[in-house]
């Protein structure tokens, strides 16, 4: 039986992708009876080839994405396709209505979406035949961000959403700024589709017209647009930067497809009504000989595996279920797959060469090469079997994209065969399946940590802690003890973002569609030398770049302490300490009383919150919730008992309106003072939230907590930066692979 590598690879396991009833009991007994169902499932159609797909599987050689590792072979209603970018919306009210249905039965089946929402009218454009003025794209972004939150409240597989728009539409500059607001459109990754025009415009210092349709409504300077956003995405991460001309003119099917948006995570630009079919090979599983001069990765062990793992990415096109029949057509008629990699820098580790130098990026090449070389010989060999994708037409494809570099044996093979699959290539982030598979480096990104501390949260409430270190490390740990690691050992904290654009080209070059990869960028990087990391990626050929840099609306990556003589280690930090017993309540307290009428309800709600006064600083101490209406009386009692509760133990409080506001009512909303207001628990949140910032307990709308001397004496040590993570309540959210990915637990945005 095989034996994880480390605790949290068979925790992510259990949790994630292992079968079980609905009572909760184990189907999938051992890791191999999850092989054996995927095996089974994506060999249905060909079942002597189960065998086969079975020790692609074993020991964590090919890793399928997570949706076909957690969905294949279950019987359930789901996908295996991971996100989708959905169709053009139109621009009218009945159009983009029928467009967040669509979105809300893709994400009900595990869907993340993605959605260009240039082709909506800007704010203030007339709508023609009522008099009135359109409210513009993102104040439909809003009520896609509801309705994700509303799927999500209903307890299917979390669904992210991509919001892409082009440089040139008229409202560009409210959608650069959006997530400022660190409340607003946390639902959405948000990306601007940039124009070789508007690069070039940026190079000449010329001017751009932000026009719909045929109506120019403002011309701008190019460079000020450009810092805009640089700007932007400086400040709070986003928005990223698509380079959409590069991805058209790239695509081997740009004959027949125009792309304006991409999946969640950036790696597999699509068009509409497009799905991404993702899985990795494990490059870490394939090197031989390991820190020993004659280390190399098997030639012929990646030729074999690639070879399969298409057949079986081939296979999911006809076995997975679709959440719309829109998306079964496209997928069948163009086949499209996006296999990728997991573990480079765990590989380029064990063969002694340095992330991000000329021969770690020239080593990167060749692999990328050598993949996409053996995937299409594969997918002409199952056009051979089964016949080309129906779309393909042999002197247009390749006339296009990929082809035209190819060599010239393959270029031969598919003009006389056709080929299988239009586009093979793609590199997903790896998050929780690198976890799962023994914390090998994720995707094409640098080892992030060698080491870090993991809180384990135990059925008695306890908190344990792991140490999980990463697989090279841990194998070079187990050949050489404590042996000093060379000085190639790098890892996110150490390179600087030049080389992480030199690896994302690298690979770049030879993959099909796009990479997702986060660019990690130190708090103290200066604004110019920042701006110059995306002019780098520009240049060298990338289809997209997204960075991260440390900031206080989306919060910080991980400390990590460097330490000559060890591997560095992340610090867990001070956590927030609470009081061991509550704070007492004096005779009286100041506080105020608010009235919430909700609509559907005959009776108002009074929320009254009191106030402790401590070192002169006011902070919220209890909660009282009163109504006429006998329906609520219940939960009002239990709401008020438990915020008052937590308020009363001290330390940081604003998760709780964090937490009341992400409360979607299945049965729909209300609008209230113009603000769509998800549900009644929301409105509560929404009044708890006011009063906190007007106490100054908030700084403002967002989350960040004020700093000032009560709370220093409340939370002992710094105050957390960023969101908690949704699902094991850690402070240990990082950006990895465009995704905000916890350390402590492996939950995934994008998983």
Not at 592 to 609: G, L, R
Request: proline content about 5%; some cysteine; aromatic content about 8%.
């Amino acid at each position: 039986m095989t034996r994880f590598a480390a605790p949290i690879a068979e925790q992510i396991w259990d949790m994630k992708y292992r079968l079980k009833t609905a009572e909760g009991d184990a189907k999938d007994k051992t890791v191999e009876d999850t092989w054996r169902r995927i095996a089974r499932s994506l060999a249905e159609n060909e079942p002597d080839r189960e065998a086969e797909f079975f020790d692609a599987l074993e020991d964590f050689k090919y890793l399928p994405a997570g949706r076909i590792t957690a969905g294949a072979g279950t019987g359930r209603s789901v996908t295996l396709f991971n996100c989708f970018v959905m169709g053009t919306i139109p621009d009218s009210m009945a159009g983009i209505f029928d467009m967040l249905k669509e979105a809300a039965l893709t994400m009900q089946q595990g869907g993340g979406i993605g959605y260009d929402f240039s082709t909506i009218r800007p704010r203030g454009a007339d709508v023609m035949g009522v008099a009135a003025d359109a409210s513009g794209p993102l104040s439909f972004m809003d009520v896609w961000d509801a309705m994700c939150r509303t799927i999500m409240s209903a307890g299917s597989r979390r669904g992210a959403m991509m919001a892409t728009m082009r440089c040139d539409h008229p409202d560009i500059e409210d959608f650069i700024t959006a997530k400022a607001d660190a409340a607003r459109l946390r639902m959405f990754n948000m990306s601007v589709l940039v124009t070789d025009e508007f690069m070039q415009a940026v190079k000449d210092d010329g001017s751009l017209d932000l026009k719909f349709g045929d109506r120019v409504y403002h011309t701008v300077q190019a460079r000020d647009l450009w810092n805009k956003i640089m700007k932007a995405t400086y400040d709070y991460a986003e928005p990223g930067v698509i380079f959409i001309d590069r991805i058209n003119q790239m695509n081997n099917l740009n004959y027949c497809e125009q792309i304006a948006a991409t999946n969640p995570c950036g790696e597999q630009p699509l068009p509409p009504y497009g799905a991404c079919l993702l899985g990795s090979v494990n490059l870490a599983r394939l090197v031989t000989n390991p820190f020993e001069k004659n280390a190399e990765l098997d030639p012929e062990g990646l030729d074999k595996l690639v070879r399969t793992a298409i057949r079986m990415m081939d296979n999911v096109v006809d076995v997975s279920k679709f959440p719309l029949e829109a998306q079964r057509q496209e997928a069948q008629a163009k086949r499209r797959i996006g296999l990728g990699v997991t573990g480079l820098a765990d590989a380029l580790l064990m063969l002694g060469l340095r992330y991000g130098s000329d021969e770690g990026a020239a080593q990167t090449e060749a692999w990328m090469k050598q993949i996409a070389r053996a995937s299409y010989l594969a997918s002409v060999d199952l056009a051979k079997e089964k016949g080309a994708f129906p779309l393909f037409d042999a002197e247009a494809y390749l006339s296009s994209g990929n082809m035209l570099q190819m060599d010239d044996d393959v270029r031969e093979a598919i003009r006389e065969h056709g080929i299988r699959n239009a586009l093979l290539t793609s590199i997903a982030p790896t998050g929780t399946i690198s976890l799962y598979a023994g914390n090998v480096s994720s995707g094409i990104e640098p080892v992030f940590a060698y080491a870090y501390t993991r809180k384990v949260l135990q059925k008695d409430g306890t908190r344990t802690e792991e140490e999980v270190v990463d697989y090279a490390v841990q194998m070079w740990r187990d050949k050489f003890g404590d042996k000093e690691l060379p000085d190639y050992f790098v890892n996110a904290q150490t390179l600087a973002p030049a080389d992480h654009v030199k690896m994302q080209a690298a690979a770049q070059k030879w993959i099909d569609s796009s990479i997702s990869k986060t660019i990690n960028c130190p708090e103290d990087i200066s604004f110019t030398e920042f701006k110059d990391v995306y002019l780098q990626a520009w240049e060298l050929g990338c289809k997209g770049c997204t960075t991260y840099r440390p900031n206080d609306v989306t919060g910080s990556v991980l400390s990590v302490s460097e330490d000559s003589e060890k591997a560095p280690e992340i610090e867990t930090g001070a956590d927030v300490v609470y009081l061991s017993e509550p704070l007492g309540r004096p005779q009286s307290l100041e506080g105020h009383t608010y009235k919430v009428k909700w609509p559907d309800s005959e009776h108002a709600i009074y929320i009254t919150i009191n106030d402790l006064l401590i070192n002169g600083h006011r902070r919220p101490f209890e909660v009282f919730i009163n109504s006429k209406n006998m329906e609520h009386f219940a939960w009002t009692v239990a709401l008020t008992r438990m915020i008052s509760a937590v308020f009363r133990r001290g330390g940081e409080v604003s998760f709780v309106v964090e937490e009341l506001k992400a409360v979607f009512d299945p049965r729909g909303g209300a609008w209230m003072e113009g603000k769509y207001i998800p549900s009644i628990l929301a409105a509560i949140g929404g009044v708890i939230e006011r009063h906190m910032v007007a106490t100054g307990s908030l700084e403002a709308e967002g989350m960040a907590p004020k700093t000032d001397p009560q709370a220093e004496i409340m939370a002992v040590g710094e105050a957390p930066r960023g969101p908690a993570c949704p699902s094991c309540g850690q402070f240990e959210m990082q950006m990895v692979e465009g995704c905000m990915t916890c350390r402590s637990c492996g939950h995934s945005k994008c998983g």
